[in-house]
C-alpha cells in the first residue's frame, strides 16, 4: 500500500514543501486561529442574549465539540501529515468528489476571508488614524500577509506564532485582573459576585432557543482551529508534535474561552446596554476594555484596539496559508490547475500565492468599490464553509478509523490515537449538524418564509452539494468501500 500525498505530484522536480514549523508554531497555530474577534469583540453579546449560564454553557458544549473534531484530525494528520488535510482524507476515506468540493469550498472560504480581515484592520486603525482613507491600511496589510507567506513558511510560522503569543498573554492578563477585582484586591469590582447571575431571567435568559442562537455565534469564533491540519504538511516530527499540540487544546479551550466567559459575566450584569453592541469599529464595547477601564487602566481602549489588530492581522495571515496550501495540494492532486503545484526553491507554492491574493484583492474592492450586495453575497456564500469543514473532518476520521481496524491494522501503531472513538466524532457530527442547519432557523418560523434571509444564510450548502456531485457525476467517484482504502506505511514525506 503505497503512500500517496501532496508532496508526490511534485516529488520529481526535486523540491518540496519544507518541514520547519515547530512544536511551539504548532501549539500557537492551534489555539490562535480560534481567538479573534469573535471573542474580543463578540463575547459580550453572547452574554447578553443568552445571560450568564446561557452562554457559560455554549462555550463549554461546543468547546467539548471542537475538542473531540481535534483529536480526530490530530490522528489523521499525525498518521497522514499532508497540506491537503481533511481534503486528502475526504478523498480518500469517503469519496473523492467529496475531498474535492471540501478542498475548493475551504480555499474559497478563507480567499473571502481575507478579504473581511482587511476591512476590520481598517477599521480598527481608524481608531487611531481617523482622517486616514481606510483603503491605504488594507492595501498595506494585504502586502503585509503576502510577504510573510512569500518568503518561507517559517515567516508565517513565526508571524502567527507572536500574533497568538500577544492574543494569549492579553486574555491570561484579563483573567488575572478579573478574578482580583471579583475577590475585592483591585478596585472597579463592586458590583461584582453571582448576584450578576440571578438578575432578571438569568443565568439562562432568553431560553433554549436563545442558547441555540448563541451557539452558532461561539461555533464560528471557534473556527480556525482546523488550521493544525493544514500546518501538519510542514510541521517537523508531526507524529509527535501533532498530538502535543491537540492534547493542549482541551485546556486552552477552557482556560481561554469558560474562564474569560465567566470573569465577564462575574463582572458586568447581562443586562449591560454596552453588551448588545458588537462592533469592531467602537472597541470601547468590547467586555475586556470594559473591565480593564473598571480596574482603572485608562489607556484599556487604545490597548485591546491594538490587541484586536493582531487578532485581525493574525486570521488573515492564517487564512492567505491555509488557502495557498489548499489550491496547491488540490493541484498536486490533479483536481485545480498545475501551475499552481509549483514551488520555490524555499518551498512555497507561490503561484497559488499570488491567485489567492489576487482572489481576496478582487473580493475586498468588491466591497470598497463595487457593488456590496455581490460582497455580501460572497460572504454567506463562505460563511458555512467552516462548519462543512468540520462535518467533513468526522466523517473522514470515523470511516479512518473503521477502515483501518478492518484491514487487520495495529492501532496502537498509530502515532497519536484519538480515546473518544466512536462517540467523539458522532457526537462532533451531529452537534455541528445542528448548529449548521439552525443557523437561521427564525427564517422558517415567520407567518411568511423569509427566503431572502435564508438563501443568504444557507447557500453555502447547495453550492457544496453541486460541487460534490458535479465532480461525482463528470468523474464517475463513487464511495470509498472499507476494503479498498489504503494506508500509507510511512507517516511522514
Known sequence: MAQTNSTSAESGRGTSLRRELKAR??????????IGTGLFVASGATISQAGPGGALLSYMLIGLMVYFL??????????MPVSGSFSTYGSRYVEEGFGFALGWNYWYNWAVTIAVDLVAAQLVMGYWFPDTPGWIWSALFLGLMFLLNYISVKGFGEAEYWFSLIK???IIIFIAVGILMIIGIMKGGEGAGFHNWTVGEAPFAGGFAAMIG??????????????????????????????????????????????AIFVISMLIPYTDPNLLRNDVKDISVSPFTLVFEHAGLLSAAAVMNAVILTAVLSAGNSGMYASTRMLYTLACEGKAPRIFAKLSKGGVPRNALYATTVIAALCFLSSMFGNQEVYLWLLNTSGMTGFIAWLGIAISHYRFRRGYVKAGLDLNDLPYQSSFFPLGPIFAFILCLIITLGQNYEAFLQDRIDWYGATATYIGLPLFLIIWFGYKLTKGTRFVRYAEMEFPKTHTD
Not at 510542514?234 to 482556560?255: C, H, T, Y
Request: glycine share 12%; aromatic share 12%.
Open 25 to 34: 508554531h504548532l501549539s500557537m497555530i492551534a489555539i490562535g486561529g480560534s
Open 70 to 79: 481535534m483529536t480526530s484530525l490530530g490522528e489523521l494528520a499525525a498518521f
Open 168 to 170: 494569549v498573554t492579553t
Open 214 to 259: 448563541v451557539a452558532m455565534i461561539v461555533g464560528f469564533s471557534f473556527q480556525g482551529t482546523e488550521l493544525i491540519g493544514i500546518a501538519a504538511g510542514e510541521s517537523k516530527d508531526p507524529g509527535k508534535n501533532i498530538p502535543m499540540a491537540v492534547r493542549q487544546v482541551f485546556w486552552r479551550i477552557l482556560l481561554f474561552y469558560v474562564f
